[in-house]
């Protein structure tokens, strides 16, 4: 047996070390560009205890789930901290998800609280009747009559003796949900445990490296990936954030990363590629960043290297998913590749993080070589991440042994360095965001003059990929692509909708029978269909505000 105290690792934990060791750590919330408000870290974690003393009184208790669907700005930190460590579970809500998604992800995580942004609200207010568990609306900003006003529920509360609170370290803390690689978002629950581990890993020198003399600039949504754990490393090391609100445009990040000098930002690239094209056009002090952390899509040599050249700052690679909450690993040189500018490790996919372990397995799960040649789907476990789905969904996605499928194609080397080669599925990867083509066929499919649909991703210039339709129409139908776009807007995300259309008179099918979309990407990239291309749907949201 060993002699070491059995201390909880939970999110009040957490909050207490931050109150007793960072107090004057500084947060920033912006707006438009601009830091709107400041407030040190004492501040913000005394607010969030009277908001967690607030819902208390409102009857959440431990293991209740209290929904939220903000824009990263401090109230909703507060939300982010507070939920979590008076033992409640903070479900964070993905705005850019259609009405019906947004309904089902609500139900299924059964949230009685929701804490809404005012200008989210005329979103959010016409699906209430359709999510009978929620019986509390409350709002960050102008709060109308039914709804509770946010800094009028904090402000009339005071915090509990019980709060921070330590429930079992093994109890959920928050709930994320997946669109990645079926038609239904599928929860993912995470650990104050596994949310502890993570947050010390990325921190650690084998990652980013964070410290209190760093400041970090969140531009990535909390709801996506519980804020890919940064504002937990915040908490643990003390390092500052920036919050930069509703606006995540190039120029607002520029302006914000000028004014509020940063050290440490987290994003998709594709952000930093268009704060490249603005910085360019527009003189403006980006040298404050040491390092530009990136995932959600391949990251560009020729990015890398104007960051490094023009800025200073390390744009590294990293690769994660929702069930890793979320880093699996980042690209970053072993020691021997530290000063050589040719060394292939930037264009690897990451570097496995301590405490995890990953396998690439061959179609029959046999372990391949560490070589850096042979490609498997690759398959993952570890202490943060998840053994199911919420509901018990998706339970082909794990191995008899315990291992996470990842349904990614790739390779690993001896060093532990991975590269994304392929999906394992059909899924399409646009903007650093996942989109179902197996949810976009079966709406597809419902319409009435529609035979059968298959809908694949083609290579584009701007977001990596984007989704192409091929429809089969029923003999003398009237429908243009534009009406079947129209059909596809009332069910998912828009930015989903795709601008590439092709009618043809039968898909391609394999000896057995299933829909050949090997051979139906080969027809389309040899020139085999006549596309018409749409105007793009100017998609809207958190992270793809710039789209």
Known sequence: MSTMQDVPLTVGAMVRHAQHVHPDTRVLSCADGAVAHEADLATVLARAGRLAAALHALG???????????HNHQAHLETFYGVPAMGAVLHLVNSR?????????????????????DDLLPRVEPLLERTPSVHTVVVVGTAPEPYLGYEALVGSADPTDGWPSDPDERAAAAICYTTGTTGLPKGVAYSHRSIWLQALTIASGSAMALSDRDRILQVTPMFHVNGWGLPHASLLTGAGLVLPGRDVGPRAIASIVAATRPTVAVSIPLIWAQVKTYAQNHPVDLGSLRSIICAGSSVPDSLIDHYARTHGANLVQGWGMTEVGPWGGLALPAAADADDEDTPWRQWSGRLLPGLE????????????????????????????????????GADRFTAD????????????????????DRAKDVIKSGGEWISSVALQDQLDAHPDVVESAVIG??????????????????????????LRAHLAVHVPRWWLPERWALTSELPRTSVGKLDKKRLRAVAAEGGLTVRTLAHPSPVGADAGTR
Do not use: H, N
């Open 458 to 483: 083609v290579p584009d210039p701007r977001w990596d990929e984007r989704p192409l339709a091929v429809v089969v129409l029923r003999a003398g139908a009237d429908v243009t692509a534009d009406d």
């Open 402 to 421: 315990g291992w996470l499928r990842t349904g990614d194609m790739g390779v690993i080397d001896r060093r532990g360095y991975f590269k994304i080669t």
């Open 60 to 70: 959440v208790r431990a293991g209740d789930r209290v929904g939220s669907l903000c």
């Open 358 to 393: 990953m396998r690439a397995v061959d179609e029959y799960g046999e372990p391949l070589p560490r070589d850096g040649e042979a490609v498997g789907e690759l398959e993952l476990r570890g202490p943060w991440v998840t053994g199911s789905y919420l509901g018990g969904t």
């Open 97 to 117: 998800l259609s009405d019906d998604q947004l309904v089902y992800v609500i139900d299924d995580a059964r949230d009685g609280v929701l804490i809404v942004d």
